[in-house]
């Protein structure tokens, strides 16, 4: 039958939609989709529309990609600034710049992204996997040294949820003193501050995400940053030789950024949402597939930014400050909840401001595999990054008792409502 599917469709929605007024009779928050891409608005999806529309501009160099690379720069207080189509494939470039080799040894935090593992794996590098702190969820500077071989050559430092991470300072002089370069992973931290500077500038090289889960969203996107001339030629080689996304891939990114809205932000998203997911399913892109997950490189990876995609950048990133002035607030609130409820709250670092991407509180780890009691009391769905060491694969890592508890029992609350 013809329409066998719209109808089962149908039944589910309606079956949904009884569901979330069931809960909210109870007093709780409906289990509805995870929230994230909070930025877009319907300026965005006006500009994505447009896009559509104007598909001969979409492979012109009109400069449109270096004026956003250039804004970013600026806005981030870094002197180069070099867009890819994801923060992994903005590492990979960073990776190449830094003259990494097969063999060499970088130290990682042993609870990251499986994309971040991967792209050092791609590139013949060992990572080196060290614990965290669970106050910030940074590498544990203590520990660090440990880890130092004749063959590490590197460490990479995160700022995770938001936070600036608790030992900044000290990791980056435990690498100067070492003769290390440092990475710096923001991608869940673009535009948090530390002693009045961004995060990401301390280093020899960052990264940050504009991936449809982070601080603001392309739905994919990337950019590194390096305030070193060597570096940066460097990272123009890479990307000179670098693809852009074909026009298929440009068309399900801009569609999957209009559903996106309609989920996560549009006033009416309880009903428009599972609608406009219907209407896009096609064309709706995930940010990793199973394969990679498990190690694979896409046959595509190392892309860099097209314009229409920068387009859309450029508009993200005029509101990236007051979405993150609301984080701040939201956390305000969950520091009270906190409070109120005898959980820790993380760390805010002396003289730094976070972004609070997620606001991450640790919990038993039964209130982590089964969340639902945050529907009702604070009354949101809860997130649980990570899920794994590296995230959100199923491997291991061994030899890490800190992100083994981050693991089982960090949790997260929504950094905007
Ligand atoms: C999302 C994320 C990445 C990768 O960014 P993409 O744009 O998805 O490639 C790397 N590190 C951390 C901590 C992340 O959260």
Sequence with gaps: MKYTDDIKWAARFVLRRTRDVIYMAAGSAPPGPFRSSITLDKDDVELARRLLRERESWFADDGTVARYETEFAVWNGSRHAFAFMSGRESLSAIIHALGLQPGDE????????????????????VPVYCDIELETYGLDVSLIEKKITLRTRAILLHHLYGLVCRDYDAIIAAARRNGLKVIEDCAQSTGAMYRGVRVGNLGDAAF??????????????????TADGDVAENIREYYLAAKTPDENWIERQLYTLIMNYYRSKHPWSY????????????????????????????????????????????????????YNDKRRECAARWDRWCEEKGYGKPLVVKDSVPVFLRYPVMVAPEKKRDTRWALRDPGVNAGVWFVSHLHPSNRRVEGCPNADRAVEGCINFPGAL
């Design 208 to 225: 940050y995400s504009s991936e449809q889960s982070k601080i603001y969203c392309t739905v994919q996107g990337g950019m590194a940053i």
């Design 106 to 125: 970088v130290i990682l935090p042993g609870y990251t992204c499986v994309v971040v593992a991967n792209a050092f794996l791609f590139a013949g590098i």
């Design 271 to 322: 009903l428009l949402g599972d609608v406009y997911e219907k209407i896009y399913a096609e064309k709706r892109l995930i940010s990793t597939t199973q394969q990679e997950e498990n190690g694979e490189k896409p046959h595509y990876y190392g892309r860099k930014m097209p314009s229409p995609i920068a387009q859309i950048g450029l508009n993200q990133l005029k509101k990236v400050d007051k």
